[in-house]
């Protein structure tokens, strides 16, 4: 690869920004992945919009740049479902910013089956259409994720619910939402909040920290927090959670989010 100086933005400097750096094309000629398909194929007889023919190739490519990890949540994804793998599916970027070949190698991101599903179902009334796995995408992006598709899910839980009011609380993270490099997957997945790609991940790493970190034993967990709430507190919450009814119906109000105003 090509060295390079990058000076990261402070408000990029909370996740992963290879995206902006790295260059895909050497994969076009590694895959032997022809760049007359980026737009796709269109049927001339009935003009239906397909796959490009190279779409295997294109999907090796992908899984291989991004190390055979979801581009959102790290889980290890392959060609095929397995005990240790999840299914590897291609997201195109392009068909919600509108920029470039929708089928483009730098426009595509290598997702597994909950997170594409989460990224991807923008209409209220398709949720569960073809099943449920949009429930276990993680409600957070990882740091090291592509910034891109950093997107919050909504809290499906009243437990989630109150996770994210705990975790925001100790979060400080300011972020330009209109800018931020996530926003048009924000707007264009119903089931994605519009916290900023900074937010989202730094709220991920104050989970794992609280999780996995150090705790003295003056202090709980959140985890174990949550069980010590009253009945009549997480039926509050669980009463502000999100299900299919709630984002169909376009009951759902969502909090504001950090350092927006």
Not at 33 to 60: C, H, M, S, V
Not at 78 to 88: A, I, K, N, R
Not at 192 to 207: I, K, N, Q, Y
Request: hydrophobic share 35%; charged share 25%.
């Amino acid at each position: 690869m090509t060295e390079f100086t990058f000076d990261p933005d402070p408000a990029q400097a909370h996740y992963n920004v290879a995206h902006l750096v790295d260059d895909r094309t050497h994969l076009y000629h590694e895959y032997d992945i022809d760049r007359e398909f980026d737009a796709g194929l269109t049927d001339p007889r009935t003009g239906k919009e397909d796959a490009p023919p190279d779409y295997g190739q294109r999907r090796a490519a992908m899984l291989d740049f991004y190390g055979h990890r979801c581009g959102r949540c790290a889980c290890r994804v392959g060609d095929s479902t397995t005990q240790e793998l999840e299914v590897g599916y291609l997201y195109s970027l392009a068909m919600v910013t509108g920029r470039g070949d929708e089928w483009a190698l730098d426009n595509l991101v290598a997702v597994c089956e909950p997170c594409y599903d989460l990224l991807t179902t923008d209409c209220p009334e398709d949720i569960g259409a073809f099943g449920t796995q949009y429930e276990t995408a993680p409600q957070f992006p990882v740091w090291t994720c592509d910034p891109r598709v950093a997107v919050e899910r909504l809290p499906l839980t009243g437990r989630e619910v109150w996770l994210r009011e705990q975790l925001a609380s100790r979060v400080a993270v300011s972020c330009d939402q209109e800018t931020g490099v996530n926003q048009p997957v924000a707007r264009d997945a119903c089931l994605a909040r519009t916290t900023s790609a900074a937010v989202a991940v730094a709220l991920g790493e104050e989970l794992i920290l609280d999780e996995y970190g150090s705790c003295s034993t003056m202090q709980r967990r959140l985890s174990q927090r949550w069980e010590l709430l009253t009945a009549h507190e997480r039926a509050t919450y669980r009463d502000r959670a999100v299900d299919e009814d709630t984002v169909i119906g376009g009951g759902f109000e969502p909090c504001v989010d950090l350092q927006e105003a």
